[in-house]
């Protein structure tokens, strides 16, 4: 857990485009995001936006 912010991480994390959509659902499904506030997935297009 300790590379979780190294570049190398983040840079091949992030790189496959279909993980980085699926974590940005899982986190929009498990944060607490108050009604008139916003998160990442409010900037993905619709067909995107479906939980997989």
Request: charge should be positive; glycine fraction near 2%.
């Amino acid at each position: 857990m300790k590379d979780l912010k190294s570049y190398d991480f983040v840079y091949s994390y992030f790189k496959d485009p279909k993980m980085l959509i699926s974590a940005i659902n899982a986190y929009s499904r498990i944060s607490h995001i108050q009604k008139s506030g916003y998160s990442l997935r409010d900037l993905l297009k619709e067909e995107n936006k479906r939980i997989d």
